[in-house]
């Protein structure tokens, strides 16, 4: 039986590991970043898209179940951060934390949410960090969006 996961973030680092991992298990993997991904193999399909666009994130959720089948599990990997002290952390830096980190991953937890509810099976996984419970200085806007998707996640 052909399993679909969607991993946000799969580029590089934490969600390009996950991606190898499940290609590996015999997963069929649908990936998305801001950028293309030389990731390589006839089960994964990458979107270049910016989780914080609305549209894309419809037009992609719609086009993983038309192309693959509907999607079975979601990984909420993607984010971002800029380390600054809170005096000196502009406004962008705030919205570009928050669009991505926030709003990306509420949008594509929305859209799976759709699909998995009507089928009455899937999987969601929202990654977070453990700067949220640590308080560490220069990381308050990070934790703090991270603790935004831990509440998401509960409620």
Same mark, same amino acid.
């Given at each position: 039986?052909?399993? +679909? $996961?969607?991993?946000?973030?799969?580029?590089?680092? +934490?969600?390009?590991?996950?991606? #190898?991992?499940?290609?590996?298990?015999?997963? !069929?993997?649908?990936?998305?970043?801001?950028?293309?991904?030389?990731?390589?193999?006839?089960?994964?399909?990458?979107?270049? =898209?910016? &989780?914080?666009? #609305?549209?894309?994130?419809? $037009? /992609?959720?719609?086009? +993983?179940? @038309?192309?693959?089948?509907?999607?079975?599990?979601? &990984?909420?990997?993607?984010?971002?951060?800029? /380390?600054? !002290?809170?005096?000196?952390?502009?406004?962008?830096?705030?919205?570009? =934390? %928050?669009?991505?980190? *926030?709003?990306?991953? %509420?949008?594509? /937890? @929305? #859209?799976?949410?759709?699909? /998995?509810?009507?089928?009455?099976?899937?999987?969601?996984?929202? %990654?977070?960090? *453990?700067? $949220?419970?640590?308080?560490?200085?220069? #990381?308050?806007?990070?934790?703090?969006?991270?603790? $935004?998707?831990?509440?998401?996640? @509960? =409620?």
């Amino acid at each position: 039986m052909k399993r +679909i $996961a969607l991993i946000t973030g799969t580029r590089k680092g +934490i969600g390009r590991r996950i991606a #190898e991992y499940l290609l590996a298990q015999g997963w !069929h993997v649908a990936g998305c970043s801001r950028r293309s991904s030389d990731l390589q193999s006839d089960t994964y399909r990458h979107y270049d =898209i910016d &989780i914080s666009a #609305e549209t894309a994130v419809i $037009a /992609m959720v719609r086009r +993983i179940k @038309r192309d693959l089948g509907p999607i079975d599990a979601l &990984i909420n990997n993607a984010g971002t951060a800029s /380390m600054n !002290h809170l005096l000196l952390t502009p406004a962008s830096s705030y919205r570009s =934390i %928050f669009d991505t980190n *926030v709003l990306g991953s %509420f949008l594509v /937890m @929305r #859209e799976c949410a759709k699909q /998995m509810s009507r089928r009455k099976k899937g999987r969601i996984i929202n %990654f977070s960090t *453990v700067a $949220a419970a640590m308080d560490l200085e220069g #990381e308050a806007l990070y934790a703090a969006s991270k603790s $935004a998707i831990e509440s998401l996640t @509960r =409620i």
